[in-house]
């Protein structure tokens, strides 16, 4: 069984407390949450695997916030469909109710009840496309009466919407202004030894699209890599062709046509969606190096040098730049000096110096210098590990990896002419993932 | 508006007033009251009190309130069942419902409803929805179907609705194919015939739904591809081609279900060229799931430990991208650790061997000791390599870290194993560091260490009697690896102070502990020491086999069924399904199966063995006996115990406990135990060897060929199987007056095709009056006789006389080979697709089993492999299930017997069934061998 992805699902909080829960098969008992609860959440083990079999049944979970999803199994499921499951499980109910807390999972346990009616059948998931679900499942909950025939067209085409072809866009949409948004939006990986040697560095990159299109309209995108700009044959002479690692498509890319003649068509769904993921792993523009220099003077004293160049054009600009620079738990005091801008202080819940930059234009060099005061303790044998200094940033108008758009066609049979927005942007660090590290060691 | 408000009303008489609310002529109060009663379900209080008011409800215009209170009887109809009859005509008016969102609700509640009443009225209105106009409700049905059979296979069949699924895979819409798979995936699964098999066929459907249907559907398509037997390389290369697009899709279950499908399919392609192109597509979207959330990036490396075990060229050249993040969950980090170790080569040894140190002056210090054990690990593996290794763990030892250091030192004393007498220069190194070892693990590696290099380490008498003068508070992995050090010493400097030291230790050991391996070991010493110190050296000081880091390398078959699984439960935890799915699920009484449910201690043992894989997997390189080693005292203990080949009954790291003690003591401490020695062998068991001589000798084998018919030679034999051969095992006796020689043998063609070794007795002499042994090896393959009996008819002659002829039988038992190991999938696919007409039934009335497993033990050593069990429902009976297969046919047995009580019914399935006669004549032997 192969293809279930779960007997049962439960919400607990932190506590382990059942907050909603739900029973698709009866092969597992009721009790698990108890079972979560003494043997995982308040297990000495800290392995903290987040698959765990306990008494014959399989324990998958995650954690958003203050609330544990589990899906429970007996039998053999795919872990990563129901890891995958949960995951949209999770921002179904964002799209849903905003926030996917303890507090507004109460507040909704009526509509939860009927989207986890909905979205899995028997342990097998079925739909969890927010847009197609909330056609007929609406937050005050579908209002038709079986009597009015107007709902029960609209009802009518919901199914057959739901499983159709293209099960994630709905005919007749109609937008008196066609405009189409695609962010390009690149979170850059770094890890850095301290001499400066490049490690590993990667750059994932997501292409975000916002469709205010009428009707069901074609889109073609044409990029900049490789394998696309030589199967046309043409543009070779643009010297800034890029070599994608990999490329993975949102499910409205036709990806048989893909892998045929490489082009990227597809018929969007209305609004917000992400319509690729790329990551590339050669010739990746570093946006910023940093070059520390942490030398321990005895056991009271620290002196932190931390060079940071930015290597892009002069002409744009960085912001938001935040260099967090780890200091020992038992750090006293610091004297901290910038030069080339940007503030920094001591920050004792990070342990760490943390240098905050607004705005830096680029192919600059800021400087950091500080004395760092520690209360000497006689207990610590153990060396200071040294954590690896991080980095935040938004480089907007870059791509560290040289991706541009070529074109963005749209075709409909309306014939309309859509206004097109591109932007992209090169970032790090934050809660998009994404890590800038420099070791100091 | 929040339904927040619905869980605080908590006050005494709330039962009596949402009762009355239930029945409140006002929509909005009853709502609300249903909507109560749900919200008092959630925080698990017993409401089903009201079942016949919330029944009550079920005829509702409202959407919304419909669904509560369906969900209300989905909790509570099995506490119910006679009132949950009453809510069948909503069920039924629902299923013909103009709305299809309310035809398919009422289909999928109902399928969830286990009430046999309700199931009965099912029937129909599933029966009507499976052919409805509306896909949804379609799409709906298929699922119900499985629910169904959940409950009653007999009415799935009865009702046909089987085969309404099998052509809803013909059905136009791709989401209502990918729910029938799935639920046909299941039934096959559950059922014993053949349901769901793909055909060339249903191939080209589901490949056409897979372009089109949800992420989801894709998904149990792929996994249901997985079980597909490509006709030849080129049905696989379509299969491939259809497959490798969908290595692009954002969904990661999508991904990983498609390289399950690739990666089977490569076994059956023949074109090289077209696996490398495989290989090289498949790894970036494998490395791309390192960069979803944790908990995906967890199961995808575990998978991809599967399968660089398998396809190590995949991901070579991406080690890095197994680099751990500062930020990484600790569980993620030890699988990229162990994928590091596995991938690391010559060409990259430098750059993971920073990584390993960077990692070690880490803050986590199990995170640190495995990245320490890790250097060891490449040690072993890399030879060319292992002084970069050696100097890193020098590095480390420097930083004084108390716990680095002492699993600096158990890593290095493998390293010591592994290439000995190459890099004793540390020694003095790990010597300054004595005084800081508190870890048992660590005192009793370095205590090795100084025995092993005692007449190179001037002052290790000295250094041995600092941990002597604590002998008796140490514990007894350091008391054991002390007391063969000060041997070792002893017998490497017969001087004076090491007698004392080591007679003052055989006395503690012998006369002061209470510990039997500690004191049973010294006695042998003892002994030894006094009796033979030369043999004790021989001994003691004997060269070990060279060991080898196989630690977390999977055996080929069980890598070749999780490879199949990729994706699920299985790949996480690198065992076979079959060992944390209970099968037999009709056999188990639910109730029961809660109580002793996740709280049982024996089961949490095996919970956290399953849970960190790697703690057990870290074991085996540190233990006192390396892996090999461990084989070489198994594969003794085999050969003593002839056939029955214990080894294969246990996987390696189940025995090490066993042979360790074993190992340790004879002083080998690491266990060498090499064969010249005769003490190992008696001691692994001296009463298999009288055990295994006295039959042997004691009966005299039957006659073959009588002397009085053939001047006076005289064959005697039986039919024997050893290491995957069958031969006659023959005795020659020669009463005539010339030496008889030249003998050659031919087999008439015979039931097995067996065909005597070419020139097999050409060596044979007997001289006259004495006698002479051979061995004749029956080579397997030769085309097999129409009419097929265990008659054998031999012709034999030599040089000095003319040909004699006769006819022993074959002991058919003995004919069974090695290759009819099955695994369950393989069993039940088989048994499943094999019809009634080739199914053969005998009684044996007399036979009697008093013990299955000792059964199942006699079986296996004829090769007879035991499948699985179950018991007859209302019965004492069992059935259980073997596979087997003679050098023509596979055979499928299975037996119905009760334990202890005479009578046995054996029923084989084949696809060549004329071999089954032949086979009931082994298991009756087999039968009657147990009886006794």
């Known amino acids: 069984?192969?293809?279930?992805?779960?007997?049962?699902?439960?919400?607990?909080?932190?506590?382990?407390?059942?907050?909603?829960?739900?029973?698709?098969?009866?092969?597992?008992?009721?009790?698990?949450?108890?079972?979560?609860?003494?043997?995982?959440?308040?297990?000495?083990?800290?392995?903290?695997?987040?698959?765990?079999?306990?008494?014959?049944?399989?324990?998958?979970?995650?954690?958003?916030?203050?609330?544990?999803?589990?899906?429970v199994t007996k039998s053999n499921a795919n872990a990563a469909l129901a890891f995958k499951f949960l995951n949209e499980l999770i921002t179904l109910f964002k799209s849903y109710f905003g926030e996917f807390m303890e507090e507004s999972l109460r507040n909704n346990f009526v509509l939860i009840y009927e989207l986890l009616d909905e979205i899995m059948d028997f342990g097998y998931p079925q739909i969890l496309t927010p847009e197609i679900l909330k056609l007929y499942i609406t937050q005050q909950g579908v209002k038709s009466e079986s009597a009015d025939k107007g709902a029960e067209v609209v009802d009518n085409k919901a199914t057959l919407q739901v499983t159709g072809a293209v099960g994630h866009r709905r005919e007749g949409i109609y937008y008196k202004k066609n405009q189409v948004y695609l962010d390009i939006v690149e979170n850059v990986n770094l890890l850095m030894s301290a001499k400066g040697t490049v490690l590993r560095s990667d750059c994932a990159g997501k292409i975000l699209m916002k469709c205010f299109l009428s009707g069901m309209p074609d889109l073609k995108l044409g990029l900049n890599d490789k394998l696309t700009v030589e199967k046309e044959g043409g543009a070779r002479n643009d010297n800034k062709i890029i070599e994608l690692d990999d490329v993975t498509f949102h499910q409205c890319v036709n990806l048989g046509r893909f892998s045929t003649d490489k082009t990227v068509s597809f018929v969007p769904p209305d609004g917000e969606f992400e319509l690729m993921r790329y990551r590339i792993t050669e010739g990746v523009h570093l946006p910023f190096r940093v070059l520390p220099i942490i030398k321990e003077l005895g056991r009271t004293r620290l002196e932190v040098n931390v060079k940071l160049k930015s290597a892009f054009e002069p002409k744009y600009h960085a912001l938001g730049v935040i260099v967090r620079i780890p200091v020992p738990k038992h750090t006293v005091k610091a004297n901290i000096q910038v030069r080339g801008g940007g503030k920094a202080k001591y920050d004792a819940a990070q342990n760490c110096l943390v240098w905050k930059i607004k705005r830096c234009a680029g192919k600059k060099e800021l400087h950091l210098e500080a004395e760092v005061e520690l209360v000497s303790t006689t207990g610590e044998k153990k060396a200071w590990s040294r954590p690896p200094i991080n980095l935040e940033f938004q480089v907007p108008m870059i791509t560290a990896s040289g991706l541009r758009v070529r074109f963005l066609k749209v075709w409909e049979k309306g014939g309309y002419k859509a206004i097109k927005w591109i932007r992209t942007l090169t970032k790090s660090g934050g809660d998009s993932g994404g890590q800038y590290e420099i070791r100091c060691n | 508006m929040s339904d927040g408000k619905f869980f605080t009303t908590t006050k005494k008489g709330e039962i009596a007033d949402l009762k009355e609310e239930l029945h409140s002529l006002d929509k909005a109060k009853k709502k609300d009251a249903v909507k109560k009663v749900i919200a008092a379900m959630t925080v698990g209080k017993d409401v089903s009190m009201l079942f016949p008011d919330v029944v009550n409800c079920t005829q509702t215009d409202n959407l919304e309130m419909k669904k509560l209170v369906y969900l209300y009887l989905i909790n509570y109809a099995k506490t119910q069942p006679d009132i949950a009859i009453m809510a069948v005509n909503t069920f039924v008016k629902d299923s013909q419902d103009p709305n299809p969102l309310i035809r398919a609700l009422a289909v999928r509640t109902m399928g969830c409803i286990r009430v046999d009443k309700i199931t009965e009225y099912l029937c129909d209105p599933l029966q009507k929805c499976l052919k409805d106009d509306d896909p949804y409700v379609r799409k709906t049905s298929a699922i119900c179907v499985a629910k169904l059979f959940d409950i009653s296979p007999e009415i799935v069949e009865d009702r046909g609705f089987l085969d309404n699924l099998k052509d809803m895979l013909s059905d136009s819409n791709p989401m209502v194919v990918a729910n029938a798979v799935a639920a046909l995936a299941e039934i096959q699964d559950n059922s014993t015939k053949p349901v769901f098999q793909i055909t060339s066929h249903t191939l080209y459907k589901l490949m056409a739904a897979l372009n089109e249907c949800t992420e989801w559907g894709q998904v149990f398509i792929l996994d249901s591809l997985v079980k597909y037997e490509a006709r030849d390389a080129r049905d696989a290369e379509s299969i491939v081609e259809r497959v490798t697009p969908r290595l692009q899709h954002a969904n990661c279950a999508v991904v990983l279900s498609s390289v399950k499908v690739i990666l089977a399919q490569m076994d059956v392609i023949t074109n090289t060229e077209l696996i490398r192109t495989l290989c090289k597509k498949m790894a970036p979207p494998l490395v791309t799931l390192l960069s979803a959330e944790p908990e995906i990036q967890y199961v995808a490396l575990r998978n991809i430990n599967l399968i660089i075990q398998k396809w190590q060229n995949i991901l070579t050249n991406d080690i890095k991208v197994f680099f751990c993040k500062y930020n990484d969950p600790v569980y993620v980090k030890t699988e990229k650790l162990e994928i590091m170790i596995k991938l690391a080569s010559e060409r990259n040894i430098d750059q993971v061997l920073l990584e390993f140190k960077e990692y070690a002056t880490e803050v986590d210090v199990d995170f640190v000791r495995k990245a320490v054990r890790a250097i060891g690990r490449c040690a072993i593996a890399l030879e060319r390599s292992a002084e970069a290794c050696i100097n890193v763990l020098l590095e480390l030892i420097q930083t004084k870290v108390n716990y680095v250091v002492q699993e600096a030192i158990c890593v290095i004393k493998d390293i010591f194993r592994r290439y000995p007498n190459t890099y004793e220069t540390i020694i003095a190194t790990l010597c300054e560091n004595l005084d800081t070892l508190d870890e048992p693990e660590a005192k009793a590696a370095m205590i090795w260490i100084i025995g092993e290099y005692a007449e190179r380490i001037d002052n290790a008498d000295e250094l041995l009697e600092t941990f002597l003068e604590t002998f008796l508070d140490e514990s007894t992995l350091v008391q054991l690896q002390l007391l063969t050090a000060t041997v070792k010493l002893f017998l490497k400097r017969p001087t004076e102070g090491p007698q004392q030291m080591i007679q003052m230790v055989l006395n503690q050991a012998t006369q002061e502990t209470d510990n039997p391996d500690l004191r049973d070991r010294a006695y042998i010493y003892w002994r030894l020491l006094s009796t033979d110190p030369e043999a004790a050296k021989d001994v003691v000081l004997a060269e070990k086999p060279t060991i080898s880091d196989d630690s977390n390398q999977l055996d080929a078959d069980l890598l070749h069924e999780l490879l199949q699984n990729i994706g699920t439960l299985a790949s996480v935890y690198h065992k076979p399904p079959d060992a944390f799915v209970s099968r037999a699920r009709v056999a188990v009484t639910r109730g029961e199966d809660l109580e002793e449910d996740p709280l049982g201690s024996g089961e949490e043992g095996e919970a956290s063995d399953m849970a960190d894989p790697t703690v057990a997997a870290a074991a085996p390189?540190?233990?006192?006996?390396?892996?090999?080693?461990?084989?070489?005292?198994?594969?003794?203990?085999?050969?003593?115990?002839?056939?029955?080949?214990?080894?294969?009954?246990?996987?390696?790291?189940a025995a090490a406990p066993a042979a360790d003690p074993l190992g340790d003591l004879l002083g080998l401490d690491v266990s060498a135990a090499p064969a010249p020695v005769p003490m190992p062998v008696a001691a692994a068991d001296p009463f298999a060897l009288m055990d295994q001589s006295q039959p042997a000798a004691a009966q005299p084998k039957p006659i073959l060929l009588d002397a009085s018919k053939a001047q006076g030679l005289e064959i005697r034999g039986v039919l024997a199987r050893e290491g995957g051969v069958v031969f006659w095992d023959l005795d020659f006796s020669n009463q005539s007056q010339s030496q008889l020689s030249g003998f050659q043998v031919q087999f008439n063609s015979n039931a097995f095709g067996f065909t005597p070794k070419p020139n097999g007795l050409a060596d044979l002499v007997v001289p006259p009056g004495g006698s002479a042994s051979a061995k004749l090896h029956m080579m397997p393959g030769g085309a097999p006789a129409t009419a097929l009996t265990n008659m054998l008819q031999v012709a034999i002659k030599n040089a000095q006389q003319p040909v004699w002829y006769f006819t022993p039988t074959i002991a058919v038992e003995q004919c069974f080979t090695e290759e009819g190991l099955l695994d369950r999938d393989a069993f039940l696919g088989?048994?499943?697709?094999?019809?009634?007409?080739?199914?053969?039934?005998?009684?044996?009335?007399?036979?009697?089993?008093?013990?299955?497993?000792?059964?199942?033990?006699?079986?296996?050593?004829?090769?007879?492999?035991?499948?699985?069990?179950?018991?007859?429902?209302?019965?004492?009976?069992?059935?259980?299930?073997?596979?087997?297969?003679?050098?023509?046919?596979?055979?499928?047995?299975?037996?119905?017997?009760?334990?202890?009580?005479?009578?046995?019914?054996?029923?084989?399935?084949?696809?060549?069934?004329?071999?089954?006669?032949?086979?009931?004549?082994?298991?009756?032997?087999?039968?009657?061998?147990?009886?006794?």
């Open chain 2, 621 to 653: 390189p540190a233990a006192e006996t390396p892996a090999p080693a461990v084989a070489a005292v198994t594969d003794l203990m085999g050969d003593l115990m002839a056939p029955a080949a214990p080894s294969a009954l246990a996987p390696v790291p």
């Open chain 1, 1 to 71: 069984m192969a293809h279930v992805a779960a007997s049962a699902i439960y919400f607990l909080n932190l506590r382990g407390e059942i907050i909603v829960h739900r029973m698709y098969r009866d092969d597992v008992g009721r009790n698990l949450a108890d079972a979560f609860r003494t043997q995982i959440l308040q297990s000495k083990e800290q392995t903290g695997t987040p698959v765990r079999y306990l008494g014959s049944c399989s324990f998958v979970y995650t954690r958003y916030n203050n609330v544990y999803v589990l899906a």
């Open chain 2, 830 to 932: 088989m048994w499943k697709s094999l019809p009634d007409v080739n199914e053969r039934t005998q009684m044996f009335p007399a036979a009697n089993v008093p013990s299955v497993d000792t059964f199942t033990l006699k079986m296996r050593a004829h090769n007879v492999y035991f499948m699985a069990q179950r018991p007859v429902p209302g019965t004492n009976q069992i059935v259980t299930y073997w596979s087997s297969k003679l050098p023509q046919a596979v055979l499928l047995l299975e037996m119905t017997l009760q334990v202890g009580v005479p009578g046995v019914k054996c029923c084989i399935k084949s696809a060549n069934p004329d071999y089954a006669p032949l086979a009931f004549m082994a298991v009756e032997k087999l039968l009657a061998s147990a009886t006794n």
